[in-house]
């Protein structure tokens, strides 16, 4: 039938839709998208209650302790500086000042400590065929001492936290003729993070590391406790590849990785990882009967898991990393302080409910629409943040 026809009879069709049917069709919108609104905002009401209540029972609001350690430290700065006029005052005078090197380079030694403590980059392995599909099965991770080096086609970390949204990737430098391909090494990392030992098992503890390392950085953590190795292995990939990735998206990814990297544990809280373990990330039969990247266990969408299993050959260069680092979406529309909360007796930081409740579903992953433009065959298998975004707030 040509096209003409049958846009004519859509135009007839529709012509006979009786006004009062057209009508009640707005209206049955209208209350649709009111009734989604209200359970929004019925939510957040709930979590912001919850957040009331907790601080009640605390006796005492995060933001008061973060002002309260905000004078401390200025109360410090202003007594050395009180004392540095004093020397000056007394070497006027003609009387021996007294030694001020540690108040003036004490800035300057805590920065070179924080460069050496971040010098060390990820370790070295080879890049095999599936970032571009020439040579050896990639299913062979190459086992090097983790003191060697690497030199990742990304900038380097800085020594102080960074705001995510001010850094992008860089390209490859010129002096590295066969830079590495940036999701084989992460995958190669997660296998090694796989089989380091952990001693306990401790979700509460692991909850607040991926806060403050979220919220402070990863030198306050190190401040209040001591990474085991796995939790060492995800530090590095957090600072030199997901530094691109928003707040709320590494907390996401964080959370979830742990989780996963724990499910390979065998310890007494093994039930109590696979509970807070989102269903989604469980793995598929598939995937234990398929030899692949341990990479491709960490994606959060099943059907695009499956389909990395059966495209070996998928391009995952170092443009597809740098375009799914900076395009990846956690669905989160509060502000990022309302996705945790702090227990002022224990001094640990929890998920808030509805962080949790978001974390748990799948459909809170997306990927923005530039990454579609290049990657147009991954749409089935991937929603898009914009459609999402749409659907859920709209």
Request: proline share 7%.
């Amino acid at each position: 039938m040509p096209e003409t026809t049958r846009t004519s009879i859509r135009r007839k069709a529709k012509s006979h839709v009786p006004p009062d049917a057209l009508l009640e069709k707005k209206r049955a919108t209208d209350r649709q998208s009111q009734r989604v609104v209200r359970e929004r905002t019925k939510k957040y009401i709930a979590h912001l209650e919850n957040m009331v209540e907790v601080l009640q029972k605390n006796q005492q609001d995060e933001r008061l302790q973060l002002v309260t350690d905000r004078c401390n430290r200025l109360l410090e700065e202003n007594e050395q500086l009180r004392r540095a006029i004093l020397s000056i005052k007394r070497a006027v005078q003609g009387v021996e000042a007294e030694p001020v090197d540690s108040v003036n380079n004490k800035f300057t030694d805590t920065q070179n400590a924080l460069a050496r403590s971040e010098t060390n980059n990820l370790p070295a392995y080879t890049s095999p065929s599936f970032s571009d599909g020439q040579g050896q099965s990639p299913a062979q991770p190459i086992s090097t001492p983790a003191s060697m080096p690497i030199a990742l086609p990304f900038s380097s970390v800085p020594s102080l936290p960074i705001v995510s949204s001010d850094r992008v990737f860089s390209p490859p430098s010129s002096e590295i003729e066969d830079p590495p391909h940036v999701f084989v090494v992460i995958s190669n990392l997660l296998r090694q993070a796989e089989t380091c030992i952990i001693l306990t098992i401790d979700l509460d503890k692991d909850t607040d590391i991926v806060i403050r390392a979220i919220a402070h950085g990863w030198a306050h953590v190190e401040q209040h406790c001591q990474l085991d190795p796995a939790w060492q292995i995800l530090r590095r990939i957090d600072q030199e590849v997901m530094f691109c990735c928003g707040s709320v998206e590494r907390l996401a990814i964080l959370r979830a990785v742990r989780l996963k990297l724990l499910q390979h544990k065998i310890s007494a809280s093994e039930r109590q990882v696979q509970a807070q373990l989102p269903q989604y990330m469980h793995s598929r039969p598939l995937q234990a009967a398929m030899d692949h990247l341990s990479l491709i266990d960490y994606f959060v969408w099943p059907e695009l898991r499956e389909y990395l299993l059966h495209s070996p050959n998928i391009d995952l260069s170092n443009k597809t990393a740098a375009t799914f680092a900076t395009c990846l979406r956690f669905l989160w529309p509060f502000e990022l302080s309302d996705a945790w909360m702090r227990n002022t007796e224990t001094g640990l930081y929890s998920f808030s409910k509805l962080f949790e409740e978001s974390l748990n579903d799948v459909s809170s992953w997306a990927m923005s629409n530039e990454f579609f433009e290049s990657y147009p065959h991954l749409m089935p298998y991937i929603p898009s943040y914009d459609a999402v975004e749409d659907k859920t707030f709209g």
